[in-house]
């Protein structure tokens, strides 16, 4: 119902910055909760960013509280992270996720629709 594009990741050096995004196709009406998750080698996959469907809420993990950056732009159906300070600890797969029902944004786990996800890796 739901398909999730992503694009913008690649390579970046230690304190460098990166913009993803995430296009959203279907019924998107019902993408109530956008998110990104990310995955590391031997890691679980672990929820990054979260924001709800007017903006007016985000959650963010400790982990990266004050440099990236969630936001969206219904019109466009698209979901933007801003990456800044990057460090090479944030080196992971990262995937774009959609929640049809609403819910608490910072219990988000398991989503109705994810990305294919997209590569960032931060070097030293």
């Known amino acids: 119902q739901v398909r999730l594009v992503e694009s913008g990741g690649g390579l970046v050096q230690a304190g460098g910055s990166l913009r993803l995004s995430c296009a959203a196709s279907?019924?998107?009406?019902?993408?109530?909760?956008m998110a990104w998750f990310r995955q590391a080698p031997g890691k679980e996959r672990d929820l990054v960013a979260a924001?709800?469907?007017?903006?007016?809420?985000?959650y963010y993990a400790d982990s990266v509280k004050g440099r990236f950056t969630i936001s969206r732009d219904n019109a466009k159906n698209t979901v933007y992270l801003q990456m800044n300070s990057l460090k090479p600890e944030d080196t992971a797969v990262y995937y774009c996720?959609?929640?049809?029902?609403?819910?608490?944004?910072?219990?988000?786990?398991?989503?109705?629709?994810w990305g294919q996800g997209t590569q960032v890796t931060v070097s030293s």
């Open positions: 279907g019924r998107t009406f019902r993408t109530y909760v």
């Open positions: 924001i709800n469907w007017s903006g007016a809420s985000t």
């Open positions: 996720a959609a929640e049809d029902h609403i819910v608490v944004i910072s219990e988000l786990r398991s989503p109705d629709y």
